[in-house]
């Protein structure tokens, strides 16, 4: 079974320019997030979807970041303009949906470094 | 107060021994506990979960949980090189099901 796979895996930008990151979720995952990982820090959640529906988007900073998943499969993320404050690293990750959320697992991409200069 | 919390380390243990690595959290509602590992520059992977006041045990692995006290925590038993890495606790919201991160202990396990 293929895994989460996210691209690029890397990206050095400038800050004010955009970005987008792209991301596939497992075959039949109808949950998809997107974590922003700030070194040092424990992932943060940016958005939820289930299925092409967003659940959560509470800590999405909205003026500059926006997401979608149209087809309710692969997603994309983007930071438009980006700041210093979003080099992080950037990860996918997807998740079966089981009519609950208690033991739901979550596999993670490899994830998309950015750094801002 | 941190949502989740979890000393940031480095603990450091001789291979063999037992680690103990310690989450607390917020939130009374919490339904499910995870418990992930992540490798330098790696994506986090699930070691286990566990959603039951007490043990829960998986090979050297073990969770426990105490809701009571709001407090989570993985021993590992005979510790290996292989296991140095940062150990992240991850708590289900009640509300959303989202999980919500602590900021990872970082293990060394010395030869």
């Known amino acids: 079974e293929a895994g989460v796979a996210q691209s690029p895996r890397y990206k050095i930008i400038e800050k004010r320019q955009s970005v987008a990151f792209w991301c596939n979720p497992i075959s039949g995952h109808a949950t998809l997030y997107w974590y922003q990982q700030i070194l040092g820090q424990g992932p943060k959640l940016l958005i939820q979807?289930?299925?092409?529906?967003?659940?959560?988007d509470s800590q999405l900073p909205k003026d500059r970041f926006s997401a979608e998943r149209l087809k309710g499969v692969d997603s994309t993320l983007k930071i438009q303009p980006a700041k210093l404050e979003d080099s992080a690293v950037y990860l996918c990750a997807s998740s079966l949906w089981t009519g609950n959320y208690v033991n739901n697992e979550q596999f993670f991409g490899p994830g998309t470094r950015l750094t801002v200069l | 107060q941190k949502e989740v919390e979890q000393n940031s380390g480095p603990l450091s243990v001789p291979e063999g021994a037992i680690a103990s690595l310690n989450c607390t959290y917020s939130?009374?509602?919490?339904?499910?506990f995870f418990w992930y590992r992540q490798y330098s520059g790696k994506s986090p992977e699930l070691i286990m979960f566990?959603?039951?006041?007490g043990d829960k045990e998986d090979g050297r692995f073990t969770a426990q949980l105490n809701k009571a006290s709001q407090y989570v925590s993985l021993l590992i038993r005979d510790s290996q090189p292989s296991d140095s890495a940062t150990y992240l606790c991850a708590v289900r919201s009640s509300n959303t099901g989202k999980l919500i991160f602590g900021q990872g202990t970082t293990l060394q396990v010395k030869p």
């Open positions: 566990i959603y039951s006041n």
């Open positions: 939130d009374r509602g919490s339904q499910s």
């Open positions: 979807f289930q299925n092409n529906g967003v659940v959560d």
